[in-house]
């Protein structure tokens, strides 16, 4: 009579564990939504004293000076950007049927992680490290636009798409792109309105007294006008790859007086400079240097997407722009020393 193989007799431990994991990851999203407190709940959010719940934000603002701001807030923004609604149409900003269609995906999708606010704070978000983005003030990191600039549609498309590597954003390359555009405009959607509601609370605290909302909502939609809103590409195409550009980037790189690149990321590039334990993000989380000798880069790691990042910088973090410090060739120069880096 044969025996059963260690393999069969493992099977229910395999079984066992690979449930246990899907619990693990999957349970925050399958909790009942009505049992949560959409701006709460959240003991991770307890590390940043910036990344203050909004509703909370609010109640503090009512606490001192009592000037009825959470009602005005919510009359102004509904007024504005209640879908459908007529105002919300003359923005021209949005397809308001994509809009639609993209929170149906999103509440399916997203929600979990990023909120029904989009801020960044749904019932997984406390098991997650980076926390998933906040959309409200309309910061992003991943964008091909200048720095401090709103995103394209196509940088939120890139990200739906692929995900972004070494974080917990999967990618969602098997919907279709229809309703990955959906989702993009639905996001864009929840970044405006939010940044509008963001605006008024933070000009209140500023001023002391409730901001003129057309004001406000002047100062946001200009912001996301597409016709303001240029991808930045490399002015030269990139320099063939040789010894000597590889040298200049590392002369860049450790240059003290120069960009001085090593400070941060260390002088072989693995995240361990001097400087690497004292940042943190917009949002008052920690954050810390990127390993580049991993070669794992989220905003893309094709020279263009190196070159992007080094030149317009990271919104949201302490990474700057260098593309007033530095020529097109010697950026070019420090893509080859960086691609060099995982190499070695």
């Given at each position: 009579?044969?025996?059963p193989?260690?393999?069969?007799?493992?099977?229910?431990?395999?079984?066992?564990?690979?449930?246990?994991?899907a619990?693990?990851f999957?349970?925050?999203?399958?909790?009942?939504?009505?049992?949560?407190?959409?701006e709460?709940d959240?003991?991770?959010?307890?590390?940043s004293?910036?990344d203050?719940?909004f509703?909370?934000?609010?109640?503090n603002?009512?606490?001192?000076?009592q000037?009825?701001?959470?009602?005005?807030?919510?009359g102004?923004s509904g007024?504005?950007?209640?879908?459908?609604s007529?105002?919300?149409l003359?923005?021209?900003?949005?397809?308001?049927e994509?809009?639609i269609a993209?929170?149906?995906?999103?509440?399916?999708?997203?929600i979990?992680?990023?909120?029904?606010?989009?801020?960044?704070?749904?019932?997984?978000a406390r098991?997650?490290?980076?926390?998933?983005?906040?959309?409200?003030?309309?910061?992003?990191?991943f964008?091909?636009?200048?720095t401090?600039?709103?995103?394209?549609?196509?940088d939120l498309?890139?990200?739906?798409?692929?995900?972004?590597?070494g974080?917990?954003?999967?990618?969602?390359?098997?919907?279709?792109?229809?309703?990955?555009?959906?989702l993009?405009?639905?996001?864009?959607?929840?970044a405006?309105?939010?940044?509008?509601?963001?605006?008024?609370?933070?000009?209140a605290?500023?001023?002391?007294?409730?901001?003129?909302?057309?004001?406000?909502a002047?100062?946001v939609?200009?912001?996301?006008?597409?016709a303001?809103?240029?991808?930045?590409y490399p002015?030269?195409?990139?320099?063939?790859?040789?010894?000597?550009?590889?040298a200049?980037g590392?002369?860049?790189?450790?240059d003290?007086g120069?960009?001085?690149?090593?400070?941060?990321?260390?002088?072989?590039?693995r995240?361990?400079?001097?400087?690497?334990?004292?940042?943190?993000?917009?949002w008052g989380y920690?954050?810390?240097?990127?390993d580049l000798t991993?070669?794992?880069?989220?905003a893309?790691?094709e020279?263009?997407d190196?070159?992007?990042?080094?030149?317009?910088?990271?919104n949201?973090?302490?990474?700057?722009?260098?593309a007033?410090s530095?020529?097109p060739?010697d950026?070019?120069?420090?893509?080859?020393?960086?691609?060099?880096?995982?190499?070695?």
């Open positions: 009579m044969s025996q193989s260690d393999a069969a007799g493992n099977a229910p431990i395999v079984v066992l564990f690979w449930a246990g994991a619990l693990l999957f349970g925050p999203f399958l909790r009942d939504p009505s049992g949560l407190d959409p709460g959240d003991p991770g959010r307890l590390l004293e910036t203050i719940p509703a909370e934000d609010v109640a603002f009512e606490e001192e000076h000037l009825g701001l959470g009602a005005a807030i919510a102004e007024a504005r950007f209640e879908l459908g007529q105002r919300l003359e923005t021209g900003l949005f397809d308001v994509r809009v993209g929170r149906s995906a999103y509440e399916r999708h997203c979990g992680c990023h909120g029904s606010s989009g801020d960044g704070a749904g019932p997984a098991h997650l490290s980076p926390r998933p983005r906040n959309f409200r003030g309309g910061v992003f990191k964008t091909s636009t200048a401090g600039s709103s995103p394209l549609p196509r498309f890139q990200t739906v798409t692929r995900g972004l590597s974080a917990s954003m999967p990618g969602y390359r098997l919907l279709s792109e229809e309703l990955r555009w959906d993009v405009e639905y996001v864009r959607y929840l405006v309105r939010g940044s509008f509601e963001q605006l008024m609370l933070d000009l605290w500023e001023e002391e007294e409730i901001p003129d909302a057309d004001e406000v002047g100062i939609l200009e912001r996301w006008r597409p303001d809103l240029k991808a930045v002015p030269v195409p990139e320099l063939d790859r040789s010894a000597e550009t590889v200049r590392r002369e860049l790189f450790t003290t120069g960009a001085n690149c090593a400070a941060c990321h260390g002088p072989e590039g995240g361990d400079g001097p400087s690497a334990a004292e940042f943190e993000d917009a920690t954050i810390v240097p990127r991993r070669g794992v880069f989220r893309g790691s020279p263009a190196l070159y992007r990042s080094i030149s317009t910088g990271i949201g973090t302490p990474m700057p722009s260098y007033a530095f020529s060739e950026l070019w120069s420090l893509v080859h020393f960086v691609q060099s880096l995982r190499e070695e």
